[in-house]
């Protein structure tokens, strides 16, 4: 059975189990993002050796290529991609309107053509909720619209209305299945009023679990970390939140604060792949050419093997030779950091220190970071 509990709380934060048939998932968590069926440039027992305990997919990737129906006669997802945790799949709403074609959106659902051949494809709340059950997902998402931002206070009220509508459908399509979890997806861009809204609604359908959708899209940190102020409080306190999308670590931790459980972002592996790594003492490029004759491991306190048994140097030269291990090596590391920052938040607050550790935190980024490169969050 499906379960959450609550171990302990800080202030907002709080730290706790999901329990799934496939095993539990301590919060905060954070999700490693698998979108088509793989972690880029890791093997699953690679991506469980950083500490993760969930992966998510995604229902848009996946309906499109290899299919659901594919993949459910070759023994469902976690089979296909052998990885035996459990599995989170986002229902593809942010997918369809960020990267479909020719999309045309009505009451029934989202027309559009793939962005692979230019194929026409449909996805209502219903078939997202089948497709993730035929991937035999452990937590599914309600298919919801995403609306661009920035957009007026009546694109978003229109935008919620068809959204909620759409998770009562959705709702009803999961039905009873005992074993796996649905999560509501709380819209409203950055009005509170529609937040409110969106989270009431929600709460009337009844889910197992909570996300707050719509952030991180350009809104900026202090923005998002309002909305949260408005919205977290709203949400039942016996059922898991997830902030969909998010992020960098300041944005974690600062969500962690407001209450938040569960993250994910394609941060910390699309920046592996780009030459970027996450320290305890800042980002590093490490196409710089200070690193080309630097003998020192990237972090020191890491237990990664890319911290473990190799150099800053080495990770210059395959960085820069547009070496593979690059890539397999810098997303190992980057996945074993925001793992351990995980864990170190799951301390502070059992320990009743999440304030002084978010503020070392803070203190210590902004002595030593510097930005990562954009479009590299989502």
Known sequence: MFGFELHASDGAARTGVLRTPRGDIRTPAFMPVGTAGAVKA????????????????????????????????????????????????DSGGFQVMSLAKLRKV?????????????????????????????????????????????????????????????????????????????????????????RRRSAEELIEIGFDGYAVGGLAVGEGQSTMFEVLDATVPLLPRDRPRYLMGVGKPDDIVGAVLRGIDMFDCVLPTRSGRNGQAFTRTGTLNL??????????????????PACRKFSRAYLHHVVKANEIIASMLLT????????????????????????????????????????????VSH
């Open 42 to 89: 890791m093997l699953p027992d690679s991506v469980r050796a950083t500490g993760a305990e969930i992966v998510l997919g995604n229902t848009y990737h996946l309906m499109l290529r290899p299919g659901a129906e594919r993949i459910a006669r070759l023994g469902g997802l976690h089979t296909f991609m052998a990885w035996d945790g459990p599995i989170l799949t």
């Open 106 to 194: 009505t009451e029934e659902g989202v027309a559009f053509q793939s962005h692979i051949d230019g194929a026409n494809e449909f996805l209502s709340p219903e078939r997202a909720m089948d497709i993730q059950r035929l991937l035999g997902s452990d937590i599914q998402m309600v298919l919801d619209e995403c609306p661009a931002f920035p957009a007026t206070e009546t694109q978003i009220e229109s935008s919620l209305a068809l959204s909620m509508r759409w998770a009562k459908r959705s709702k009803a399509a999961f039905g009873g299945q005992p074993d796996r979890a649905c999560f509501g997806i709380v819209q409203g861009g950055v009005f509170p009023h529609l």
């Open 287 to 304: 196409r710089n050419a200070r690193h080309a004759e630097d003998p020192a491991p990237l972090d020191g306190e890491c237990r990664c």
């Open 332 to 375: 190992w590391h980057n996945l074993t950091y925001y793992q351990d920052l995980m864990a170190e938040l799951r301390a502070a607050i059992s320990s009743g220190g999440m304030a002084e550790f978010a503020a070392g935190f803070a203190r210590q980024r902004q002595e030593n970071d510097v930005p990562p490169d954009p479009d």
